[in-house]
């Protein structure tokens, strides 16, 4: 271990992706700190701690939301953006063509169409976001002040848009992911001290459980995001002028957790969408609205309803993101230009089928175990019985894969150092 931290700070361009990546969560942290005018504090902490959805909403914006800051939204509707483009390829073939089939150059496109899409989305989400707290009297802002502010948090939006960019390019890991995994990580002082405040010796053996669920938590999570299914894959000889090609064995690896943390993401700003327009709806002082708009936030509010929509939305996500991603028919064309083929298997049409049979059958299991994972808090506080600690699953889920893509680039940077050394 110390030996390779002392190999991280001698090699000059891992060593300064690392400090640039740690400068951009500098800045990320300071303008997460920067509140908007007019805010009761005290009103704003009691809200979000009652109230699930923006509490799930707060963990996504890296905490800005607690804060009420500039970057509130955080990086919400980049995420929601790309949530929309990405169910419109299921409409339309060729931005599937582009995610898909179109590479590197296919995927930038797609991801600058979403980040278009992200500036109208934020002023809308902005908006109602603070009319919402408006009505709750965490704020009293005039006209200009609500139209000032909904260009701010445009502006935030897309600064942040703008740093996970930046550490995505120049940086280690995924710089979205990195920024949310910077909040989470923000967030454990304050969590620590709830739980000291709150900690009597009549609690002990249920902090000794919260614990124990806590270690084994990690340990399946690492698990199952580094799991993988490898089908193997032979490759036909073939000769070329005087030399003899092909004739290896390798194999084709297919992750048990394909989609990552994206499914629990993408569940997540669907069940928040209700949320938000009944309580918009709900400002309108007309009746049959308001009636309509308290019978939905209710309905959402029932722990029960909320905790099996999200594990429902989860799963369907689960399947729906890997479907987008990975293309068992176009696997299957480019095993069968490259002479590869899974042995007893005939190429074309029934390679595709067998990939997209043992794909199913993994991406059931990883869309149960994200499903748990996403519920999890709801599991741990009925076991435990201790109200103030609160594992969350998702944050934990993040945490490790951040982490693991972390490990793995500096490897892969040490490793192509030795390489350019000999």
Same mark, same amino acid.
């Given at each position: ?50 109230? %699930?959805? +923006? #509490? @799930? =909403? ?8 607690? /804060? &009420?800051?500039?970057?509130? *939204?955080? $990086? ?48 809308? %989400?902005? +908006? #109602? @976001? =603070? ?8 704020? /009293? &802002?005039?006209?200009?002040? *609500?139209? $000032? ?274």
């Amino acid at each position: 271990m110390w030996n390779t931290i002392i190999r991280i700070f001698k090699t000059k361009n891992l060593r300064d992706r690392i400090i640039f990546t740690l400068a951009m969560l500098v800045i990320f942290r300071i303008s997460v700190s920067i509140p908007i005018p007019g805010v009761d504090k005290e009103n704003l902490i009691r809200f979000l701690s009652n109230n %699930q959805f +923006f #509490g @799930l =909403l707060n963990i996504f914006s890296g905490g800005a939301l607690n /804060n &009420l800051s500039v970057g509130m *939204l955080g $990086l919400g509707p980049y995420i929601t953006a790309t949530i929309i483009f990405q169910l419109l390829t299921m409409i339309f073939p060729g931005l599937k063509e582009m995610y898909q089939e179109d590479g590197e150059a296919g995927r930038k496109k797609f991801n600058q169409y979403a980040r278009f899409l992200s500036l109208p989305l934020a002023a809308l %989400q902005g +908006f #109602g @976001l =603070l009319k919402l707290l408006e009505s709750q009297n965490i704020i /009293n &802002l005039t006209n200009f002040n *609500l139209f $000032l502010n909904v260009i701010v948090i445009m502006a935030g939006t897309s600064f942040l848009m703008w740093l996970g960019e930046l550490i995505s390019e120049k940086g280690i890991s995924n710089g979205i992911s990195l920024l949310i995994a910077g909040g989470i990580i923000a967030g454990f002082p304050q969590a620590l001290k709830r739980v000291l405040a709150t900690f009597t010796q009549a609690d002990i053996s249920g902090y000794l459980m919260f614990l124990v669920i806590a270690f084994l938590t990690i340990v399946f999570v690492v698990i199952i995001t580094e799991a993988q299914r490898n089908i193997p894959i032979q490759y036909a000889k073939r000769v070329r002028g005087f030399k003899l090609y092909g004739g290896v064995s390798t194999y084709l690896p297919l992750r048990l957790n394909m989609a990552g943390v994206i499914p629990i993401i993408f569940a997540i700003s669907v069940l928040l969408f209700p949320s938000v327009i009944a309580n918009l709806i709900g400002l309108f002082k007309i009746q049959w609205l308001l009636s309509a708009s308290s019978a939905v936030v209710r309905f959402f509010q029932n722990p029960w309803i909320y905790g099996s929509s999200y594990f429902f939305l989860v799963v369907v996500f689960t399947y729906f993101y890997t479907a987008v991603t990975f293309d068992p028919k176009q696997m299957s064309e480019n095993l069968q230009k490259q002479g590869g083929f899974i042995p007893g298997i005939r190429p074309g049409q029934p390679t595709a089928f067998t990939i997209n049979f043992i794909l199913n059958r993994i991406t059931l299991s990883g869309a149960l175990f994200l499903g748990i994972i996403a519920v999890l808090p709801y599991i741990v506080t009925g076991v435990s019985g201790i109200s103030s600690l609160s594992l969350g699953g998702t944050s934990l889920l993040i945490l490790v894969s951040v982490i693991l893509e972390i490990a793995k680039q500096i490897k892969a940077q040490i490793s192509m150092t030795d390489y350019e050394r000999i």
